[in-house]
């Protein structure tokens, strides 16, 4: 496809449990970027790729995420004995190149609930 | 720490009125300012990008304006229609921040009919 896929669209899992999230970007993105959502409030930035390096890692709020972007194209994050805190919408957006007012194509995100 | 507060949280409008949504923000050393819809369930959609030397940008519909001196932007919308109906988020990139945006928590806007 021409966008930002995400899978899975929605995942339930219960306290502890750990879970994975992919995003694949737009062919040809060297930028990649997670964000939190929570309910009623805006993304949140978590951690950011250029290719397959993670430049910046400052927002993941515990040691419990995890992001990777082994091949600078797919992406996971991967989140550890999840705790109900960690229910959200997380979203991946992609930019072309590097600069700083590259625009960022998101995808629809993945609803993670945790029971 | 850079901040953005956006006003109205809602709004609601009629199909083919105009409406101005209100962001104030701070950031520094500024970057840009984008203003993204996301529809209920959906990712965000960029709307316009402006650098400090831009004040106005448009996107058919949709006419941004920024006032770097005051930290205001706004988003005008002209003749609404119902698929106008969303969360608009007004967003801050700080110079040196490597593209990572700082997110308002949205005007929801209703258009009916």
């Known amino acids: 496809g021409a966008g930002v896929s995400q899978s899975p669209r929605y995942k339930v899992a219960k306290r502890g449990q750990d879970v994975a999230l992919r995003c694949d970007p737009i062919?040809?993105?060297?930028?990649l970027f997670w964000y939190q959502q929570a309910l009623g409030q805006g993304p949140e930035f978590l951690t950011y790729?250029?290719?397959?390096?993670?430049?910046?890692k400052s927002g993941l709020p515990s040691d419990r995420f995890f992001a990777e972007r082994p091949e600078g194209s797919v992406s996971t994050l991967k989140i550890q004995r999840t705790q109900q805190e960690d229910s959200a919408v997380y979203l991946c957006a992609s930019s072309h190149g590097q600069g700083e007012n590259q625009p960022q194509h998101f995808g629809d995100g993945t609803r993670l609930s945790i029971l | 720490k850079n901040q953005v507060e956006q006003s109205p949280q809602s709004l609601i409008i009629l199909e083919g009125k105009n409406c101005t949504l209100q962001?104030?923000?701070?950031?520094?050393?500024?970057?840009?300012l984008r203003w993204y819809k996301q529809d209920t369930g959906r990712g965000p959609v960029s709307l316009t990008i402006m650098t400090f030397s831009e004040n106005t940008k448009s996107n058919g519909r949709y006419t941004a304006t920024l006032d770097a001196d005051t930290k205001q932007s706004s988003l005008h919308i002209t003749a609404s229609q119902l698929s106008d109906s969303a969360s608009y988020i007004c967003?801050?990139?700080?110079?040196?921040?490597?593209?990572?945006?700082?997110f308002g928590t949205g005007t929801q806007l209703k258009v009916e009919l």
């Open positions: 062919s040809g993105h060297v930028s």
């Open positions: 967003v801050v990139s700080a110079t040196g921040g490597g593209n990572k945006l700082t």
């Open positions: 790729f250029q290719n397959e390096a993670q430049l910046d």
């Open positions: 962001c104030n923000y701070t950031v520094s050393p500024f970057s840009n």
